[in-house]
């Protein structure tokens, strides 16, 4: 039966979804498997089917010959769970090695989008495989999908509660986050569209959304795409340096290690110096970012002037120092 297995063209589908094993009754390790694996009847050969898991499906003495052998393979087949080749488990494997990593640094939506690019290959969280990297794969779904509700319940509580701008940034970012898991698309999007409904927590959405993009920028490790991130965190604290929105904004900064910059000046037309002094413009101050200063002339249009050509005094009134 075994050399069957191995030789017979018409049964080569059903055998390549098994691992053929041959254990000799009398060898070194039948000790071992027949502890861990009991059996029917006292006769050569004895016939075993174990599953992915370990879980024993069939232990019997007798071989199965003719029509019988694709029958009982197929049977057994319908047990086995969803079976995945060599490539696949392979890719499930560094799919989830890549989504706990993201997760130990604090990155649920690389951890979500690394699962759900699993999607390809079944149903994340219900593969129905028992192949190990596959159950792994369903648990760390299932696990996201608990943090994204969590997440949600947290923000609605505060929404509930004082913490207005809170609870409207958590439910923005736990849109953004866990929004593709198909368990909550529905249920996030909805909370999110609901933040419009209420003129009180309508009025929070704008600087929410700016606060969000920014910190997701800022926690991307290309270095250009981080620094873009900082100079918009920085921007979210110098125009409104008292609000929610700063708060977070700053700490964010100095978990990065950049000190916040300074409250920019009141809105205002002055004359603006270069270190020279031979170049000036009536101008008022928009923004200071990323090491330039953005004015707006009398004509409304807007030029950018790199902070060190500006005049010291110049410079510190740009950045309130």
Do not use: C
């Given at each position: 039966?075994?050399?069957?297995l191995?030789?017979?063209?018409?049964?080569?589908?059903l055998?390549?979804?098994?691992?053929?094993?041959?254990?000799?009754s009398?060898?070194?390790?039948?000790?071992?498997?027949?502890?861990?694996?009991?059996?029917?009847?006292?006769?050569?050969?004895?016939?075993?089917?174990?599953?992915?898991?370990?879980?024993?499906?069939?232990?019997?003495?007798?071989?199965?010959?003719?029509?019988?052998?694709?029958?009982?393979?197929?049977?057994?087949?319908?047990n086995?769970?969803?079976?995945?080749?060599?490539?696949?488990?392979?890719?499930?494997?560094?799919?989830?090695?890549?989504?706990?990593?993201?997760?130990?640094?604090?990155?649920?939506?690389?951890?979500?989008?690394?699962?759900?690019?699993?999607?390809?290959?079944?149903t994340?969280?219900?593969?129905?495989?028992?192949?190990?990297?596959?159950?792994?794969?369903d648990?760390?779904?299932?696990?996201?999908?608990?943090?994204g509700?969590?997440?949600l319940?947290?923000?609605?509580?505060?929404?509930?509660?004082?913490?207005?701008?809170?609870?409207?940034?958590?439910?923005?970012?736990?849109?953004?986050?866990?929004?593709?898991?198909?368990?909550?698309?529905?249920?996030?999007?909805?909370?999110?569209?609901?933040?419009?409904?209420?003129?009180?927590?309508?009025?929070?959405?704008?600087?929410?959304?700016?606060?969000?993009?920014?910190?997701?920028?800022?926690?991307?490790?290309?270095p250009?795409?981080?620094?873009?991130?900082?100079?918009?965190?920085?921007?979210?604290?110098?125009?409104?340096?008292?609000?929610p929105?700063?708060?977070?904004?700053?700490a964010?900064?100095?978990?990065?290690?950049?000190?916040?910059?300074a409250?920019?000046?009141?809105k205002?037309?002055?004359?603006?110096?270069?270190?020279?002094?031979?170049f000036?413009?009536?101008?008022?101050?928009?923004?200071?970012?990323?090491?330039?200063?953005?004015?707006?002339?009398?004509?409304?249009?807007?030029?950018?002037?790199?902070?060190?050509?500006?005049?010291?005094?110049?410079?510190?009134?740009?950045?309130?120092?």
């Open positions: 039966m075994l050399e069957r191995s030789t017979d063209p018409s049964i080569a589908t055998v390549a979804q098994f691992v053929p094993l041959k254990v000799e009398d060898g070194p390790h039948w000790g071992e498997w027949s502890r861990k694996y009991s059996h029917e009847g006292n006769t050569i050969p004895i016939l075993f089917v174990i599953r992915a898991d370990g879980e024993k499906l069939y232990g019997k003495s007798g071989a199965k010959q003719g029509d019988e052998l694709p029958r009982f393979l197929l049977e057994h087949l319908r086995a769970g969803t079976i995945f080749s060599d490539q696949q488990l392979a890719t499930i494997t560094t799919a989830v090695a890549d989504a706990d990593k993201a997760l130990g640094e604090g990155d649920a939506l690389t951890a979500v989008k690394r699962i759900e690019s699993l999607r390809k290959l079944g994340p969280g219900k593969f129905g495989s028992h192949a190990t990297a596959a159950k792994q794969a648990d760390l779904y299932v696990k996201l999908v608990e943090q509700r969590a997440a319940s947290d923000a609605q509580q505060k929404l509930d509660g004082d913490d207005k701008f809170a609870g409207v940034f958590g439910v923005i970012s736990a849109n953004r986050i866990y929004g593709s898991l198909v368990e909550l698309r529905k249920e996030l999007a909805s909370a999110e569209r609901d933040l419009n409904k209420s003129p009180e927590l309508k009025a929070h959405v704008s600087a929410a959304e700016s606060l969000d993009r920014a910190l997701t920028l800022a926690s991307q490790k290309t250009a795409v981080q620094k873009s991130g900082i100079a918009a965190l920085g921007a979210i604290v110098s125009r409104s340096p008292d609000s929105a700063a708060e977070l904004a700053k964010r900064l100095a978990e990065l290690g950049v000190q916040a910059p409250p920019l000046p009141a205002g037309r002055r004359t603006w110096t270069d270190a020279t002094g031979k000036k413009i009536e101008a008022e101050l928009v923004r200071v970012a990323d090491g330039k200063v953005e004015l707006k002339k009398t004509d409304g249009t807007t030029i950018s002037v790199p902070l060190d050509k500006l005049s010291a005094a110049d410079q510190a009134i740009a950045t309130g120092k």
